[in-house]
């Protein structure tokens, strides 16, 4: 079993790499890498030392503003913390230099969904459809915008557009069971339902998704089975009411 470890070993950790990089300007030692610093970031996330992970992140961002890498980690890192706003602003300092750079700009709008920046998240991915027109993942973040907006039937569409260009991507045919099932569509869910049951193993939102749709259908012993891994008794309540209210307001004509 791999044990924690101490928050002051890490802590010392990151003094020591600090005191390399000042030490290094003195010519005595030379200066971690950043494949060294980014390393060093990820055991102290794994051991559940987040601000120790988000210091070295900065450090790293700021002395490498051209890797992609490190913008992404600290933005990735930013967001575990809800400061979307500042993710925000990392991705887009580093768009400012490499403004069509897709993986910066499918980060920005999956940061953007998570703020509730539909709008804006809804533009950056149509930035990585002007140069990547067929982009399944691009199109998959439109279909969320729009279901997260309430156009259920506008993300059917984008959804749809993204299984022509990928039919084994997963991601869009789990949304587009759920954007079905909240429009109470249900023979069309069902048979998304059945075409994702390979990937339950694999995939949470999968298992979460399937859980909703049983939930939604009454049919909670089901759904608790496919949600208890992550969901305890007082967390499943909550879904079931919340799964509940949306096949009622899905049956509303």
């Known amino acids: 079993m791999t044990m924690p470890l101490p928050c002051c070993l890490l802590r010392l950790s990151l003094l020591v790499a600090l005191a390399a990089c000042a030490q290094a300007e003195r010519g005595t030692t030379r200066m971690p890498s950043m494949e060294e610093r980014l390393r060093l970031a990820a055991i102290a996330e794994a051991h559940g030392n987040a601000d ?8 790293a961002a700021a002395a490498a503003p051209d890797r992609l890498d490190a913008q992404l980690r600290l933005a ?4 575990a913390r809800g400061e979307t706003g500042e993710a925000i602003a990392v991705l887009q300092r580093f768009l400012a230099r490499r403004p069509a750079d897709r993986a910066a700009l ?5 940061v953007q969904l998570r703020a509730g920046a539909l709008a804006e998240a809804e533009g950056t991915f149509r930035r990585v459809l002007e140069a990547h027109p067929h ?3 691009a199109l998959n ?3 969320v915008a729009a279901d997260l907006a309430g156009d259920h039937g506008r993300a059917q569409a984008f959804y749809r ?5 990928a039919p084994a ?17 249900a023979e069309e869910t069902d048979r998304l339902v059945e075409e994702l049951r390979p990937a339950l193993g694999a995939d949470v939102r999968v298992r979460h998704t399937l859980g909703l749709v049983a939930a939604m259908r009454g049919r909670l012993g089901e759904a608790r089975s496919l949600v208890s891994p992550e969901l305890d008794p007082e967390a499943f309540a909550a879904f079931a009411s919340a799964a509940a209210a ?4 899905s049956a509303s004509p």
């Open 52 to 59: 120790v992970a988000l210091s070295i992140y900065r450090n």
């Open 76 to 79: 990735d890192a930013l967001t």
């Open 106 to 110: 499918m980060a920005l709008g999956r």
């Open 135 to 137: 982009d399944a993942e």
């Open 141 to 143: 973040g439109l279909g």
């Open 161 to 165: 557009r993204a299984l022509e260009a």
């Open 169 to 185: 991507q997963v991601a869009a045919r789990n949304n587009l069971a759920l954007s079905l099932a909240l429009s109470g569509r």
């Open 246 to 249: 949306l096949a009622a307001a």
